[in-house]
């Protein structure tokens, strides 16, 4: 009875939708003259059809995202957290696809082969990798990662920035990876100590800055270091500098130079003094000091150290100079320093002046010239009374030659400049340019067209390397025309 009773009420409902179906025929009294006319209407429908893939791979994702993050929190319930460490990653995969699955079944949710691989890759990059990072972190062609807040992420490919489609599910889930990372190594960010220098497993260099410092979200960059070192011979194949360059820069480091490699942010500076190092007798006891270790030397009798920032009492801070004054007790044949940036400045020019010659440094200068105005400027900052023409003196003294890294405005990294330190004339430090870029134009694509060349002027320490057995041929000096 009640069913029938609710079909009548349908039926009774139908007659009352008779007159609209009655105006549907209206349309026929404007009739359509011109044929051309309903093919252009056709595509309305179909272009407004057109975001619907896209809407359809949104909400897939979203669905997606927040099945992961039931997920996670199954996972968090039913793993054996403190047995993580121990794990293997067979066993680990197994295990999370294993309780994966059993939580989809519980709730009906059924996915497809590619979700579920995708689902059980994510999880398994959350409990014991860096979370939505390891894809990123994975990917060999992108050289920096740079996170704006959980919601925008951007990667450098080939010296160009573009949009990463990678998230974070929130700040929350963006402050959690930045936590692992910086614990993994013993430091700690937090409001009260918003930001934070620190170092990837594979020694990639991390920084974050986190609200309330940071406005609209956690921000975070990665200086990817490639797991295959780029030697000499990589860097003239790719462009960074000639073969004339690297026999000479070859002689300078077999000859104990004291070199500082001088650049702009992400200009290869430390990409440079890596392949430095590789001229470096294997014989030698070599130490290097950083704020956070990123060189990777070759050599078999290599001593790093790693300063240390305050403790949240503000006490057992290392800097530097720290190391670097114990590094001077350790018999060191020469002395590696990531980036001189302060008051380490003094040791290292005493360093260079006492010994330990060989010594090699990075500072951030656009050229030469810049390069010796900022060690002057650093040495002034440290606080040390003396007279600016003994502070030159002994700079001039210390430092033989400055390698000039630039990164161009396509995107490319070259050795743009070699400048020998040559002595003093009166009260200003004379220096000598031996090799430099020239760059000669532009390509229809935004591409810098250039050469390096000699500028004609024979070294200063030619007679040096002669002694040394490094009897370069007078002709690496020569200029080269462009062609």
Request: proline residues 5%.
């Amino acid at each position: 009875m009640f069913s029938r009773y609710k079909k009548a009420s349908s039926n009774q409902a139908k007659p009352a939708a008779a007159p609209v179906e009655a105006k549907a025929p209206l349309p026929r009294t404007a009739p359509v003259e011109d044929p051309a006319k309903s093919v252009l209407r056709r595509p309305t429908p179909q272009s407004a059809a057109l975001p619907q893939p896209a809407d359809k791979e949104r909400k897939r994702k979203e669905r997606l995202g927040e099945i992961k993050l039931d997920l996670h929190r199954a996972l968090l319930d039913n793993l054996n957290l403190s047995a993580l460490d121990t794990a293997t990653e067979a066993d680990l995969r197994a295990e999370i696809s294993s309780i994966a699955a059993e939580v989809l079944e519980e709730r009906s949710i059924v996915l497809n082969r590619e979700d579920r691989a995708t689902l059980t890759q994510e999880l398994y990059d959350e409990v014991r990798g860096l979370g939505p990072l390891e894809t990123l972190l994975k990917d060999d062609t992108i050289n920096d990662i740079l996170v704006n807040g959980p919601h925008q992420i951007f990667v450098e490919r080939a010296g160009k920035l573009e949009m990463s489609d990678v998230t974070f599910k929130d700040e929350k889930h963006l402050l959690r990876i930045i936590d692992k990372i910086v614990s993994a190594v013993g430091r700690r960010v937090d409001e009260s100590n918003p930001y934070v220098d620190a170092r990837l497993a594979d020694g990639s260099r991390f920084n974050a800055m986190v609200p309330p410092v940071a406005v609209d979200g956690s921000l975070v960059s990665i200086r990817k270091f490639k797991k295959d070192k780029l030697g000499i011979d990589d860097l003239v194949s790719f462009g960074a500098f000639s073969e004339e360059m690297a026999a000479y820069l070859q002689a300078a480091v077999a000859t104990r130079l004291n070199i500082i490699v001088s650049g702009g942010t992400g200009s290869g500076k430390t990409t440079t003094l890596n392949a430095l190092s590789s001229f470096i007798d294997n014989s030698e006891r070599i130490l290097t000091i950083e704020d956070t270790a990123e060189l990777q030397l070759q050599q078999t009798h290599v001593g790093r150290m790693e300063s240390r920032p305050p403790n949240v009492e503000g006490k057992g801070e290392v800097s530097a100079r720290d190391c670097l004054k114990n590094a001077l007790r350790m018999r060191p044949d020469r002395i590696i320093v990531g980036e001189t940036r302060g008051e380490e400045v003094i040791d290292m020019l005493q360093a260079m002046n006492t010994g330990h010659d060989g010594s090699m440094t990075t500072i951030h200068a656009n050229n030469a010239r810049d390069a010796i105005s900022r060690l002057e400027n650093m040495v002034a900052m440290a606080g040390i009374e003396m007279p600016l023409k003994a502070v030159r003196s002994q700079i001039a003294s210390a430092v033989h030659l400055i390698v000039q890294a630039s990164r161009l405005q396509d995107g490319s990294r070259r050795m743009t400049s070699i400048t020998e330190v040559t002595g003093m004339e009166g009260e200003v430090i004379s220096m000598q340019e031996i090799f430099r870029y020239q760059r000669v134009g532009l390509t229809p694509e935004n591409k810098i067209i250039g050469h390096f060349t000699g500028t004609g002027v024979r070294s200063n320490f030619t007679e040096r390397f002669r002694l040394w057995g490094y009897d370069l041929p007078s002709s690496i000096y020569e200029p080269i025309a462009a062609e």
